[in-house]
Nanobody, 121 residues
């Protein structure tokens, strides 16, 4: 089970850190991802991190502004979002699956409930 938190209202140029806490065992063996979705659009890849945290991947639209990280001792994955833009407004979802790293949503079996990020001008 995944529980996302940390969303909110922020002005353009500001920062937010999303968290996603997982229950269960073997968290360190799971690949983790963040996706986002706006009304009427498909879920969009944002970032992913491999088990062990060796490699991370980002959508071009967030590269250099967002950072994904994980703390396996806390069973938590984070998404640090800096220099937020209006187009970053979306519901953000965390995702996980056993030794999976992918940019497509259907690759992940486990999902958090989503947390809303609203960027205002």
């Amino acid at each position: 089970q995944l529980q996302a938190s940390g969303g909110g209202l922020v002005q353009a140029g500001g920062s937010l850190r999303l968290s996603c806490a997982a229950s269960g065992r073997a968290f360190s063996s799971y690949g983790l991802g963040w996706f986002r979705q706006t009304p009427g659009k498909e879920r969009e890849f944002v970032a992913a991190i491999t088990w062990g945290g060796v490699n991370s991947y980002y959508a071009d639209s967030v590269k250099g502004r967002f950072t994904i990280s994980r703390d396996d001792a806390k069973n938590t994955v984070y998404l640090q979002m800096n220099n937020l833009k209006l187009e970053d407004t979306a519901v953000y979802y965390c995702a996980a699956d056993w030794r999976t790293i992918a940019r497509t949503a259907d690759a992940y079996a486990y999902w958090g409930q989503g947390t809303l990020v609203t960027v205002s001008s």
